[in-house]
Each structure stands twice: as structure tokens, then as C-alpha cells.
């Protein structure tokens, strides 16, 4: 079976745990509700980045609260490029399916539609 990678990303208006635990969440069932036969149970990975300036809580956490606790996961931080867009949680989940790549839904909200405005056009 093929492995596909969802991206997805969201932004916080502050460096505070539930915040952030809110905003994946939220990002985490965008993904599931845009890849409709997705099922937690099909994640191969998933691994979560956040900007350099959010430290206060894992985004992994808030998928283990939705019930990922199998699933693999690593959580990283971002390269600092000048000028990039702030307060950003970012996951690439990996996806056991044999949905093809062209019917993959990417998800972005919040402010971090700026990033991959082409992704959200097409959604």
C-alpha cells in the first residue's frame, strides 16, 4: 500500500498550551474531515514543527488526545527564515491509502493560508 503525506498548518495568536493544543486539534480534524476515508488507525507518522517562537506545549499532544496514541510522532522546530510568518504549527501526517496523490486535500487555516495560497485555492 502507497504512503501519502498531508500537509497542514495553522497559526496561534500567543505562546500558551491550550492554544496551541486548540489550533491542531482544530488543524488535526480539518485533515481528517478534507481525507474522508482517513481513519486515525492508517497513520503511518506524523511529524509536527513549530516557529522558533512557540515552546510551551508538544502540538503531538493534542493528536494523543484525540486518540493517535499509537501513532508515531516527533515534534521539531522550524528554520527561523527572517520574515517568515510567526506563531506557526505546521504537520506532515503520512497516510497508509490508496487514495491518489491527485485526491490528497492539504489543509491550511488561520493565517497560515498565506503559505501555500495555490493548496487552498484548490480546496
Request: proline content about 7%.
Given at each position: 500500500?502507497?504512503?501519502?503525506?498531508?500537509?497542514?498548518?495553522?497559526?496561534?495568536?500567543?505562546d500558551e498550551p491550550e492554544l496551541?493544543?486548540?489550533?491542531?486539534?482544530?488543524?488535526?480534524?480539518?485533515?481528517?474531515?478534507?481525507?474522508?476515508?482517513?481513519?486515525?488507525?492508517?497513520?503511518?507518522?506524523?511529524?509536527?514543527?513549530?516557529?522558533?517562537?512557540?515552546?510551551?506545549?508538544?502540538?503531538?499532544?493534542?493528536?494523543?488526545?484525540?486518540?493517535?496514541?499509537?501513532?508515531?510522532?516527533?515534534?521539531?522546530?522550524?528554520?527561523?527564515?527572517?520574515?517568515?510568518?510567526?506563531?506557526?504549527?505546521?504537520?506532515?501526517?503520512?497516510?497508509?491509502?490508496?487514495?491518489?496523490?491527485?485526491?490528497?486535500?492539504?489543509?491550511?487555516?488561520?493565517?497560515?493560508?498565506?503559505?501555500?495560497?495555490?493548496?487552498?485555492?484548490?480546496?
Amino acid at each position: 500500500m502507497p504512503i501519502r503525506g498531508i500537509r497542514g498548518a495553522t497559526t496561534v495568536s500567543a505562546d500558551e498550551p491550550e492554544l496551541i493544543l486548540e489550533a491542531t486539534r482544530e488543524l488535526l480534524e480539518a485533515i481528517l474531515g478534507a481525507n474522508e476515508s482517513m481513519r486515525p488507525e492508517d497513520v503511518g507518522s506524523a511529524l509536527f514543527t513549530v516557529t522558533d517562537d512557540l515552546a510551551s506545549t508538544f502540538p503531538a499532544q493534542a493528536a494523543r488526545q484525540m486518540g493517535w496514541g499509537l501513532v508515531p510522532m516527533l515534534c521539531a522546530r522550524e528554520i527561523p527564515v527572517p520574515g517568515s510568518l510567526r506563531k506557526v504549527i505546521r504537520v506532515l501526517v503520512h497516510w497508509n491509502t490508496d487514495t491518489p496523490q491527485s485526491d490528497i486535500t492539504h489543509v491550511y487555516l488561520r493565517d497560515a493560508v498565506k503559505l501555500r495560497p495555490d493548496l487552498v485555492a484548490a480546496q
